[in-house]
């Protein structure tokens, strides 16, 4: 992004934060219209409003679901828009998902004002805005040596634990998952129990991780 985003649309539960969020946009960019959203399904009736965000600050802990869901529908429906995860979570099983479906940044709304501006604003100059902890984390996760893959391993995984697998590298949640595959929740969890165990592995992020080792999925 090379001009000063005009529209920006803000998907936060939290009343009191969406407002600072919205108020921290419009410090930044001067003139910028800021639309805010309390819910995935009121983000999507803004887009389906004819809606076309520049950037979007996007929450992940939703009361009707998670912001992946909308960070994978910003990305392929406005290709345009800079989508920035704006969140309190951290950790591998939040931010692997939520890069994976599109997003560009990831902010940690923890930090001082100041620097969350700056970090926005480094989107002009081509910046990724990675709050210093995310950014050591993902240093961390990609300077790590990856373990070879034994032959056998690939082979171990039935052609529906690897569907599963992929599905949830995507971040794809249990109810997703069992919706696309069109079996039951307790079948997923089923299959979910039997990746973990063969694969050695004790979490989605991890589950994210070997899909991409294995070359099931391209890594990010």
């Known amino acids: ?41 009121e983000a999507r009736r803004q887009l389906e409003a004819g809606m076309s965000p520049d950037l979007a600050l996007v929450d992940l802990g939703l009361p009707d679901g998670s ?8 990305a392929q429906h406005h290709p345009g828009c800079a989508i920035v995860v704006t969140t309190l979570f951290g950790d591998d099983a939040h931010l692997f998902p939520a ?11 923890d930090q001082p004002a100041d620097r969350l501006g700056a970090a926005l604003e480094g989107i ?14 993902l240093l961390r996760a990609f300077n790590e040596a990856p373990r070879p893959a034994p032959p056998h ?3 171990t995984l039935t052609a529906r634990e690897r569907e599963v697998l992929v599905l949830v590298s995507k971040g794809c949640r249990l109810p997703e998952l069992a919706e696309r595959l069109q079996i039951s929740r307790h079948t997923v969890s089923d ?14 992020a991890e589950a994210a991780l070997e899909a991409v080792r294995l070359g099931l999925v391209a890594g990010t």
Request: glycine share 8%; proline share 8%.
């Open 67 to 74: 912001g992946v869901d909308l960070i994978r529908q910003l």
């Open 1 to 41: 992004m090379n001009t000063p985003p005009g529209h920006a649309l803000v998907l936060e539960d939290l009343p009191d934060v969406a407002a600072w969020l919205a108020r921290l946009l419009e410090q930044r960019f001067p003139g910028i219209q800021v639309v805010r959203a309390g819910t995935l399904a």
């Open 99 to 109: 890069l994976r479906a599109g997003a560009q940044g990831y902010l940690l709304k």
């Open 191 to 204: 299959h979910l129990k039997n990746i973990y165990r063969k694969l050695n592995i004790n979490s989605r």
């Open 124 to 137: 002009l100059r081509g910046e990724p805005p990675l709050s210093p902890a995310i950014a050591q984390r």
């Open 153 to 155: 391993e690939l082979e």
